[in-house]
C-alpha cells in the first residue's frame, strides 16, 4: 500500500484515537495464526502505520495482561521469538469490536 507523506503525519497527529484500531488489526491476525512483533509492525507499516517497538511491545504485553493474547517463546538457534496468539476473549472483544465499527460507521454516513 502506497501512502503519502500528508497522510502519514494525519497517522501521527491522531495516533491516541487510532490506537483502538491498532488493536483490532492485531488481534484480526493472532485469531489467524500465530503473530510475532517484527512481523507486525511490517504488517502495519504496509497500512501507513508506523509503530515502533518500544511502542508496539508495550501494547502487545498489556494485550497479554488483560486477557486478549496468549504469548509463547519459541527459539531457533540464536534467535528467540515470541509468539501471540488470540484468546477466546480476544476474538469475542474482535467480534463486537468490528460490530460496533459497523455500527458507528453507519451512523457517521448517515445510514
Known sequence: MVTSRRSLDELDEYRDLLGGLVRMHVLHHASQEEIYGAWMIEELAGHGYRLSAGTLYPMLHKMVEDGYLTVRTEREGRTIRKL???TEKGRRGLAVARE????????????
Open 84 to 86: 501471540y496468539s488470540a
Open 100 to 111: 460496533r465499527m459497523r455500527i458507528f460507521t453507519q451512523e457517521g454516513t448517515g445510514r
